[in-house]
């Protein structure tokens, strides 16, 4: 497309950060360490994991670079980047999940097809850009409208990014109208990230953000939006990121009996600790993540010392020093939580945590129980090993 390229192979790479973790080079697919996702309630981009399905697409010329808006509509647009950037802007802060995170110790249990993530496929960020609603406004869709005269009742966002998926075509991925509409959901066509212009990895110029959801929906580098009467039919929404149950294999699965995954669910994760850390006995801190999907907040996380026999709630909060209460106006709610407590440790011994979100769902216990072939939504209990030594350490 004028403006932007989709190279056909790995020769113009942008640079990455060196303490990333790579678990594919080529297409790019990598993720920071634990520790750093504790750090800081809002992620640094160049820790912000990388989740890439080809060569990253190089902007040639900004001010050529256009978005064409068609479909099931009647007023058909082509959006230059200097349209949307004189749309309202807005500010979000928003966690975004890959559908993979944690697969690799799903794997543990039984071999699964897909990135070998560990558990820092996930970031939190404040996206910038306009709103999606108002964009759809432009060509006459009002707001909360949940079918076009036409029978348009998906937006399908197409990128400039070819992937061997769809046989060198574009991904893509679709949501609801009703979604894309809502100016409360707060789909963003974003163009910023932690206050800064996107850079090549994170979709510059610009990007979809559809907060809550998978990070497969959050399309970057986009080329078009398609306003279309069903689900997107691309290889990511029809035959891959679907919740199967642990009875399907690649034998018998028929992808057309599950609906693509939209929500990621409740999750929670021990950054501060790694696999068979050495202690000394005594007062340890126990700290990580929370989230859960659709803007539901986080109610409570426990911490167990003692495998999940007895547990302690930990304290929660997004900005520091200002108490986090799931769901109140002062609380972003689509983004995640950070969590910290203090425990006693004087023996070796595995550490649990799980999450609690507000509409009182919880993260099951057994990673076997939720095995799927794709190895997608490990949401079960995060697990450390720790062993604690009385000399020499």
């Not at 212009?197 to 559809?210: A, E, M």
């Not at 999940?308 to 106006?329: D, M």
Request: hydrophobic share 35%.
């Amino acid at each position: 497309m004028p403006g932007v390229t989709g190279p056909s192979d790995y020769s113009r790479e942008p640079p990455r950060h060196p303490s990333l973790k790579i678990n594919a080079k080529e297409p790019f697919n990598a993720e920071p360490p634990r520790s750093a996702l504790g750090a800081a309630y809002v992620t640094p981009v160049d820790l912000f994991y990388k989740r890439n399905h080809g060569p990253i697409p190089i902007v040639d010329d900004i001010h050529s670079y256009s978005v064409s808006i068609t479909g099931l509509i009647e007023n058909p647009k082509q959006l230059f980047f200097k349209d949307i950037m004189a749309l309202p802007k807005y500010n979000v802060t928003a966690t975004l999940q890959c559908a993979g995170n944690r697969r690799t110790a799903m794997s543990q249990t039984r071999t699964v097809k897909g990135v070998g993530w560990d558990v820092s496929a996930i970031g939190n960020a404040v996206w910038g850009g306009a709103k999606l609603a108002d964009v759809l406004e432009l060509v006459g869709i009002p707001k909360f409208t949940g079918a076009t005269k036409s029978g348009g009742k998906h937006v399908e966002f197409v990128s400039v990014d070819r992937c061997k998926e769809e046989n060198g075509g574009p991904y893509k991925a679709s949501i609801p109208l009703i979604q894309a509409t809502s100016p409360d959901a707060d789909v963003l066509l974003a163009y910023e990230m932690n206050g800064e212009t996107l850079n090549r990895d994170h979709g510059y110029p610009l990007r979809g953000i559809v907060p809550g959801v998978i990070g497969a929906r959050s399309v970057k580098w986009l080329d078009s939006i398609n306003v279309i009467a069903e689900e997107c039919q691309g290889f990511f929404m029809q035959k891959d990121y679907k919740m199967f149950p642990p009875s399907v294999n690649w034998n018998n699965i028929n992808w057309s009996t599950r609906r693509p995954q939209m929500d990621f669910p409740v999750q929670c994760v021990i950054c501060s600790l790694e696999d068979v850390n050495a202690l000394k006995p005594g007062k340890v801190k126990v700290s990580g993540y929370a989230a859960s999907g659709g803007g539901r907040g986080i109610e409570r996380v426990d911490i167990s010392v003692d495998g999940g026999n007895t547990w302690v709630e930990a304290s929660r909060h997004q900005q520091p020093g200002i108490p986090y209460i799931a769901e109140a106006t002062c609380s972003d709610k689509w983004a995640w939580v950070l969590f910290e407590a203090m425990i006693d440790v004087q023996q070796s011994t595995q550490i649990v945590a799980k999450a609690v979100d507000s509409a009182a769902n919880v993260q099951p216990e057994k990673v076997e129980d939720i095995w799927n072939l794709r190895g997608i939504l490990n949401t079960s209990w995060h697990r450390v090993q720790v062993r604690v030594g009385h000399s020499n350490l």
